[in-house]
């Protein structure tokens, strides 16, 4: 599941960036998603391993992933 999801964010971010920052904005979220996996290893650690951090990252994640897609910005009248 975690190859499609990737896929799925990857695409989204691409989608969402402003034009000529897509490269730029899947590197952002490529590093963001490291960062994530680095932290909570390191804090898994001290906890024993419980299901509780993740648990919880999942939870605070949720409403982020929710989100409704922001609306896109009407053309300039000229």
């Known amino acids: ?3 499609p ?5 990857s695409l989204t971010v ?3 960036a402003p034009p000529g920052t897509s490269t730029e904005a899947v590197g ?9 996996v680095a932290g909570g290893t390191a804090l898994a ?3 024993g391993g419980h299901f509780t951090l993740p648990l919880l990252a ?4 949720a409403p982020l992933l929710c989100a409704p897609a922001p609306a896109e910005a009407a053309p300039a009248a000229a």
């Open 1 to 3: 599941m975690f190859v």
């Open 28 to 36: 952002w979220m490529s590093s963001a998603i490291r960062l994530g």
């Open 14 to 16: 691409t989608v969402l």
């Open 45 to 47: 650690g001290p906890l």
């Open 5 to 9: 999801l990737l896929t799925v964010a």
């Open 58 to 61: 999942a939870a605070l994640c």
